[in-house]
């Protein structure tokens, strides 16, 4: 297996934590049988030293062993599962960084109890193969994660947009223009543009654009002229951020690092700040809550002011309205739906509640109809808008199961890239003292209220009429905690 210094001095410190242990020698005695130094000899065990080989072959003497035996890579099968460990691509590629950890950290908590950490992390894999999960998986969590750490709002970003901004000249109101987008690409980053639908490689067809090389960008010419535009500033991110790593294709095809994955959503939200700008969409923003009743036309009326998706104009929202407005219990969720069929897709999510958690849902579960943005998307199925018009409504949706309500914001669509699916995205606030504060329209009484849950199968609602499966889970979940109860009262009785 490849292996690097660092997992490489970890494997040695704890072998030889291990044999002195099962040697019964204390760190004091193996210094006297080594005439190594006892700091000397905890920095080894802790991953912090590589001893020379002279000194290696000391060790194993007092304790033992081989030589062999201690520089091996091979572990016993108390401690496999460290090997799955240093071997997995998960490890190699996670950011530890990101989160203030580093390698030793985690060597550390190994080595204070390595048979506890190796069933933790045995049991971390089975999970893993248990719901199929992978490297991107990984990566992707990580990066919702971090998010979930900033409130989803970086101020280092926004500040390089308005820097842009101000370095061209653009006023804060001023719209950019895709013309324009393209001019300072090709004129001040030497990009070379191209348009295409890809009909050639319809495999290629879904996705929103391809970079062959540093210098050439495919964008895909079937999409809106706001994604378009998007893409373009996406590029400008790269470019006036200095990001050299990077994925070839947006959608991702394969996310290999999480370099790729972390840039990607830099360049996304740089992009976001540069076409709505900030301090604009607060001042919007602020007007908009102010409003007794939800307003949804007027919401679209801002998406057009700034020329923007409502994907676009939706997840701006969730980055400027938890650090500037203090709604922080808040999440964003998009779906696919394929039409001619009863399945929906979630494709992005992130949410800073711990009300429920959609990603964490069993592979065959059946999600929630009754979601916001889920019943939008079956309506826009059954009656389908010939002129292709952003659909909003507000839905005050009740977990069931948590007594918590979300005051929920959804549009729907036709996407883009496949005339076959449509889409729509939900952006819910809970609705509390704080929410109720800032949003003057929370009590709106022509918004309906409906109880929800995570999936068909968990859902204790009886006669639900947007019900797909039997709520299988609840009903175990109801029956398990019904046998705890007749067990405690026979206990009680029979003591």
């Not at 700034?306 to 939706?314: G, V």
């Not at 009300?355 to 069993?362: A, L, N």
């Amino acid at each position: 297996m490849e292996i690097n210094s660092e997992s490489l001095r970890f494997v040695l410190g704890l072998k030889i934590k291990q044999f002195r242990q099962s040697e019964n020698l204390s760190l004091k005695q193996l210094s006297q049988l080594t005439s190594l130094s006892i700091s000397y000899l905890s920095e080894i065990e802790k991953g912090k030293k590589y001893p020379k080989p002279e000194k290696i072959a000391t060790l194993a003497h007092a304790l033992n062993r081989s030589f062999d035996d201690l520089v091996s890579l091979k572990l016993d099968d108390e401690l496999n599962p460290l090997t799955a460990l240093l071997e997995s691509p998960v490890l190699k590629e996670f950011p530890l960084q990101q989160f203030g950890i580093g390698l030793p950290d985690i060597f550390e908590l190994v080595n204070d109890s390595p048979s506890k950490a190796g069933a933790f992390i045995r049991t971390l894999l089975e999970i893993s193969r248990g719901y199929d999960m992978n490297v991107e998986h990984f990566l992707l969590a990580s990066l919702r994660s971090y998010q979930k750490m900033h409130l989803n709002y970086f101020a280092d970003l926004e500040e390089a947009a308005s820097s842009f901004r101000a370095a061209n000249a653009i006023e804060e109101t001023t719209v950019i223009s895709q013309e324009w987008l393209e001019n300072i690409l090709r004129n001040e980053f030497g990009c070379d543009i191209q348009y295409g639908d890809f009909n050639e490689h319809p495999d290629l067809q879904p996705l929103r654009s391809i970079s062959p090389t540093p210098k050439k960008i495919w964008i895909n010419s079937r999409l809106y002229p706001q994604q378009q535009k998007f893409v373009l500033a996406r590029e400008i991110g790269y470019r006036f951020l200095k990001l050299k790593e990077r994925a070839t294709t947006s959608s991702w095809i394969k996310v290999e690092t999480f370099d790729q994955v972390f840039n990607h959503f830099k360049v996304s939200y740089f992009a976001g700040a540069l076409l709505i700008p900030e301090q604009n969409i607060i001042a919007d923003l602020e007007i908009w809550l102010q409003n007794s009743e939800f307003d949804g036309a007027a919401l679209t009326t801002l998406m057009q002011k700034y020329d923007s998706t409502p994907e676009m104009f939706l997840y701006r929202m969730s980055q400027v309205m938890p650090t500037h407005f203090g709604l922080h219990k808040m999440h964003y969720m998009r779906l696919n739906h394929k039409l001619n069929s009863n399945s929906f897709h979630i494709t992005k999510e992130l949410n800073l509640t711990n009300v429920f958690i959609p990603r964490s849902i069993g592979p065959g579960e059946h999600q929630c109809r009754r979601w916001a943005a889920t019943s939008g998307l079956k309506q826009l199925a059954e009656h389908p808008d010939p002129m292709n018009e952003v659909q909003v409504s507000a839905q005050l949706s009740t977990f069931v199961s948590q007594g918590q309500t979300f005051f929920n914001i959804a549009i729907v669509r036709a996407k883009s890239l496949d005339d076959r699916t449509n889409t729509g995205m939900t952006l819910g606030f809970i609705i509390d003292d704080n929410f109720k504060q800032k949003a003057a329209f929370w009590n709106d009484k022509q918004v309906p209220n409906s109880e929800v849950n995570e999936t068909c199968e968990r859902c204790p609602v009886n006669d639900c009429e947007s019900r797909v499966a039997p709520p299988s889970i609840y009903n175990a979940q109801k029956k398990q905690r019904s046998r705890e109860r007749s067990l405690a009262a026979f206990i009680e009785r029979n003591q």
